[in-house]
């Protein structure tokens, strides 16, 4: 294929990709698989050691296999056998959906694994590449439209700026994206009222009660908790999202374990017992934004969390920015035309399914803190339906294949 966009005659402007979380090293990794030059921006220093741990279902782990980040990954991603859903309030079990069986039925694993491990991953894979350069320490402040391209201003560490071109720029700039709201006019992210305090555990110190090889989750009105083993199964990840009013920027806010404790001091021992192992926790505040005000301009693109954060209900964040990174570098391998018309394509084909997920997730939210009636039926029903029925309701999400994708523009 020759075209505009040819890798060859485009090799003086890379595409430039700002931030290096999954959504940035994912895109960097799939635009470059596909032949193309490319210069990821990030303001922090990489590789980083942030976040907690995630799920990672089958529609991203084959993209993750395709871009050569599996060897980097399977020895330290858990896979467990099954999810235990659980009642907060009386410690009944509500359902067990075997992820083993979505792993089979979709022929690409179900994970979990630190967020840290898997950024660690992607960074490794892309610093291996000829065709990736990778700069830290910059912050993308700016970015202007060209003839042929787009300039970006980065404020550097030591507080000079520095200006770089590219082909187009792709902003997978978090969750608080400067891009998204700076440059395309978008409305910022919209704190959800709930924030989620994280903490990890060796694995030794994990109660006898508790399940620590498997994915535990437990429903209460107001809060819920999930934990899993991650780290090769040597840590636990607890992750408990409670309704409050707390909202600061960032990742690493500092929670208060006696609050917490105190938050589940109702809950089954079990839980009570597991929060109690620890006082130390993190916590961040749980934003969401519409997803579905525009992703591309011109020649900049958004892209992951920058693009449709979400609530994590349905542990699809990060997946649905390894899902964008694969239709992203496709159209613009594919696509015949001008690079702005390939990030289009980018949006129309992601748009829809990305809208879908991000309704699921607001719904689970609201099955997941239920009270009084409604939270017994759905406890009835959860309890009366198969697991393997309850758990095809997904189907639609873990089916999804970057190839079964196809472009209108
Ligand atoms: C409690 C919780 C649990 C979650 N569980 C799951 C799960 O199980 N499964 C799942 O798939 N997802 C999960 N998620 C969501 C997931 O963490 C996010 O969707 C994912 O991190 C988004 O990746 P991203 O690369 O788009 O953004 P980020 O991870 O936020 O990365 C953005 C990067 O851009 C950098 N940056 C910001 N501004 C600039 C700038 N101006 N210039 C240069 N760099 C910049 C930042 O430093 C950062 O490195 C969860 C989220 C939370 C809060």
């Not at 279902?57 to 991603?77: D, F, H, Q, R």
Request: hydrophobic letters at 40%; charged letters at 20%; one cysteine or more.
């Amino acid at each position: 294929m020759t075209s505009s966009k040819d890798p060859v005659m485009t090799e003086q402007l890379p595409i430039i990709v700002a931030g290096a979380g999954p959504g940035g090293l994912s895109a960097a990794l799939a635009i470059a698989c596909k032949g193309f030059p490319v210069l990821l921006l990030e303001r922090n220093r990489i590789p980083m050691e942030v976040g907690a741990g995630i799920q990672i279902s089958p529609n991203a782990t084959s993209s993750l296999k395709e871009w050569g980040v599996w060897p980097y990954i399977s020895k330290l991603a858990v896979k467990p056998e099954k999810i235990c859903i659980n009642s907060g309030v009386t410690g009944a079990r509500l359902s067990e959906v075997s992820t083993s069986d979505i792993s089979k039925r979709f022929g690409a694993p179900y994970m979990v694994i630190h967020r840290a491990d898997l950024q660690q991953a992607l960074y490794h894979r892309a610093s291996q590449s000829d065709l990736i350069e990778m700069l830290d320490e910059r912050e993308v402040r700016e970015v202007t439209e060209t003839g042929n391209g787009v300039e970006v201003r980065c404020k550097l560490a030591n507080g000079d700026h520095a200006f770089y071109r590219g082909a187009a720029l792709i902003a997978a700039d978090g969750v608080w994206s400067r891009i998204r709201t700076d440059y395309f006019g978008n409305s910022p992210a919209a704190y959800s009222g709930k924030t989620a305090w994280r903490a990890t555990l060796p694995i030794q110190m994990v109660p006898k009660s508790i399940d620590s090889e498997n994915v535990g989750l437990w429903l209460s009105p107001k809060a819920h908790l999930v934990h899993y083993p991650i780290v090769s199964g040597h840590m636990m990840n607890i992750v408990a999202i409670v309704d409050e009013d707390w909202s600061e920027e960032g990742w690493n806010g500092k929670g208060d374990g006696v609050w917490l404790s105190k938050r589940f001091s109702r809950w089954p021992r079990e839980v009570r017992e597991l929060l109690a192992e620890r006082e130390d926790w993190l916590k961040w505040a749980l934003c969401g934004q519409d997803p579905t005000q525009p992703w591309v301009k011109g020649k900049v693109a958004l892209l992951g969390d920058a693009a449709h954060a979400m609530l994590p209900f349905m542990a699809q964040g990060a997946v649905m920015s390894i899902e964008d990174a694969a239709i992203l570098a496709r159209a613009i391998d594919e696509i015949d035309g001008p690079i702005e018309q390939s990030l289009q394509a980018y949006e129309q084909a992601r748009k829809k399914r990305v809208c879908q997920v991000v309704n699921r997730a607001r719904h689970n939210g609201r099955i997941y803190h239920m009270r009084g009636p409604l939270a017994l039926a759905r406890n009835l029903t959860m309890q009366m339906l198969p697991a393997s029925q309850f758990v095809r309701q997904f189907d639609w999400i873990y089916s999804w294949k970057p190839e079964q994708v196809t472009f209108t523009v």
